[in-house]
Structures are given as structure tokens and as C-alpha cells.
């Protein structure tokens, strides 16, 4: 890539960042398959693989996520291509959240695409705290360190409540 073209990719990533309260959503949900999940008591209609997700047409999409089961994904494109996301799961009964994974394509890091995608996320859910189910990689410790900041539980390592699955 031309400098040029690294340039003109930031100053549209930091755009797309500013963009991150326009987001298409599919709910994924399956009412019949958690019905029968439910009834079973989980014994009956277990799916063994993760659905399709689907591409939306907005700047930033909010979908089933590709690698947990149960888990939600945020996802930000670039010109039909991907640029950021983040997997997030949440307990209203517990008021947490998780989010788990967050990558920016390297290219666009440090435009505030994962800034914004997780502010986002608790713009929109204002009562919850919000933390990680794993450890912090060494090299990702700044970046948790300044998006935790101020953030009820601060994106900190907590286990997942007994409500939800880790996918």
C-alpha cells in the first residue's frame, strides 16, 4: 500500500470510529430452537455449529457472533470489508457485560475504531459493568488500561456469571 493509500484508509477509519451509533442489527435469535432448549432443559436442540453471520449494509453491524455460541458480535466495515470487531455477551439479571477478543485490522489501528465499537456498546447498555473472561495479553494492557478507564468494572477479568454460556 501506498502512503497515500494508508492515509486516505486512516482518515476513513477514524470517520467510520465516528460513525459507531449507526449500527444494523440482526437479532439471530431462534424462538422455537430456545423453546425446546428450554423445555429440555438443555438436553434437546443444541446447535454443533455456529450459523452463517451475515453482512449488513451499515457502516457498523451488530450480529450473532462467528465464534461463540450465544456471544453477540460489533463489527465495523470499511468499504464492504472488515475493519474491527468484538465479541460481547451480557447478563441483565447481573447488570454485567463481557466482551471478549477485540481486533482492528492492522492497518486501522489506532483510528478508535475499538474505542468507539466498545463505547458503543455501553452507551447503549448503561447499567451494566463490563469486564473480560479471559486475562490480558501483555502487549494489550495499555490499550485495556485506557479504554477501561472510568468504565464500571473497567473491562477487568471476572468469570462469567452462572446466567451464560461461554460459547
Given at each position: 500500500?501506498?502512503?497515500?493509500?494508508?492515509?486516505?484508509?486512516?482518515?476513513?477509519?477514524?470517520?467510520?470510529?465516528?460513525?459507531?451509533?449507526?449500527?444494523?442489527?440482526?437479532?439471530?435469535?431462534?424462538?422455537?430452537?430456545?423453546?425446546?432448549?428450554?423445555?429440555?432443559?438443555?438436553?434437546?436442540?443444541?446447535?454443533?455449529?455456529?450459523?452463517?453471520v451475515?453482512e449488513?449494509?451499515?457502516?457498523?453491524?451488530?450480529?450473532?457472533?462467528?465464534?461463540?455460541?450465544?456471544?453477540?458480535q460489533?463489527?465495523?466495515?470499511?468499504?464492504?470489508?472488515?475493519?474491527?470487531s468484538?465479541?460481547?455477551?451480557?447478563?441483565?439479571?447481573c447488570?454485567?457485560?463481557?466482551?471478549?477478543?477485540?481486533?482492528?485490522?492492522?492497518?486501522?489501528?489506532?483510528?478508535g475504531?475499538?474505542?468507539a465499537?466498545?463505547?458503543?456498546?455501553?452507551?447503549?447498555?448503561?447499567?451494566?459493568?463490563?469486564?473480560?473472561?479471559?486475562g490480558?495479553?501483555a502487549?494489550?494492557?495499555?490499550?485495556?488500561?485506557?479504554?477501561?478507564?472510568?468504565?464500571?468494572?473497567?473491562?477487568?477479568q471476572?468469570?462469567?456469571?452462572?446466567?451464560?454460556?461461554?460459547?
Amino acid at each position: 500500500m501506498g502512503d497515500m493509500t494508508v492515509v486516505g484508509g486512516k482518515k476513513a477509519a477514524r470517520r467510520l470510529a465516528g460513525q459507531a451509533h449507526e449500527v444494523g442489527r440482526v437479532s439471530g435469535r431462534e424462538p422455537l430452537r430456545e423453546l425446546v432448549l428450554w423445555m429440555s432443559g438443555g438436553r434437546l436442540g443444541r446447535r454443533h455449529r455456529i450459523p452463517d453471520v451475515p453482512e449488513l449494509d451499515t457502516p457498523w453491524q451488530d450480529t450473532i457472533s462467528a465464534e461463540r455460541i450465544g456471544w453477540r458480535q460489533r463489527a465495523a466495515n470499511l468499504d464492504g470489508e472488515f475493519a474491527f470487531s468484538v465479541d460481547y455477551q451480557l447478563c441483565r439479571r447481573c447488570r454485567l457485560g463481557w466482551v471478549e477478543q477485540p481486533y482492528t485490522m492492522p492497518e486501522y489501528e489506532r483510528c478508535g475504531l475499538a474505542s468507539a465499537g466498545l463505547a458503543a456498546l455501553r452507551i447503549e447498555h448503561p447499567d451494566m459493568a463490563w469486564h473480560t473472561p479471559g486475562g490480558h495479553l501483555a502487549e494489550s494492557k495499555a490499550f485495556w488500561a485506557a479504554v477501561g478507564a472510568a468504565v464500571p468494572g473497567g473491562y477487568q477479568q471476572r468469570r462469567l456469571c452462572s446466567h451464560i454460556s461461554a460459547g
